[in-house]
């Protein structure tokens, strides 16, 4: 097994690999399961990361919740001389967003939304197993932040990027169920 630097190295070139046009097919299949799912259909607020790179396109998904009058949190990075965390903020438009940590876009506000109160959190990662567990990119950010959700938590992926070489540490914590191209599938948590 590749140790996680190298997993993520390799998953990160197999995922910037896909072709534009099939990944628009691909997100779409994804995109319209997950607004079929009554996890989403019954959520008043949900919480999701802003795509970046390669990564499954978002934008759409705070779209479309907007547009179903639902209340939209992404997470923005804080950092304090002790240590880095990521707290979520409520966001009304794309003008609520500039640039952040690495880049990626993040709410100007750094007022933290009581992450208890959010219904949905849709969490990233480059790859996850059938247990939920998933590899990310390093930060542990959501490691952290989701012990302090009662909401439903939903990964969005690529089912090539379902895969049971994840390594897991005893803090990572599973999401509940993961979204493909192919399937929406309830984890074993």
């Known amino acids: 097994m590749l140790d996680k630097r190298a997993l993520r190295k390799k998953l990160i070139a197999e ?8 990944k628009a097919r691909l997100e779409k299949s994804i995109l319209d399961s997950l607004f079929n799912h009554e996890a989403y259909q019954k959520a008043i607020s949900i919480m999701t990361y802003i795509g970046f790179g390669s990564e499954i396109d978002t934008w759409q998904i705070i779209e479309q919740a907007w547009a179903n009058g639902k209340i939209v949190y992404v997470p ?3 950092k304090t001389t002790e240590r880095s965390t990521m707290i979520a903020v409520k966001i009304n438009e794309r003008d609520d967003l500039a640039a952040g940590t690495w880049g990626i876009l ?5 007022e933290p939304a009581d992450a208890s109160e959010i219904d949905l959190i849709i ?6 197993n059938a247990q939920g567990y998933r590899i990310g990119y390093g930060g542990g950010y959501y490691d952290q932040f989701l012990p302090h959700v009662r909401g439903r ?5 690529f089912d090539r990027f379902l895969r049971e070489d994840i390594p897991v540490e005893s803090w990572d914590i599973p999401v509940e169920i993961i ?3 192919k399937r929406v599938l309830p984890t074993k948590r």
């Open 179 to 181: 979204i493909t191209e």
């Open 76 to 78: 923005k990075i804080v």
């Open 15 to 22: 995922r910037d690999g896909i072709a534009k046009q099939r």
């Open 106 to 110: 993040e709410p100007i506000n750094s």
């Open 153 to 157: 938590t939903i990964a969005l992926c």
């Open 123 to 128: 969490v990233p990662g480059l790859a996850f």
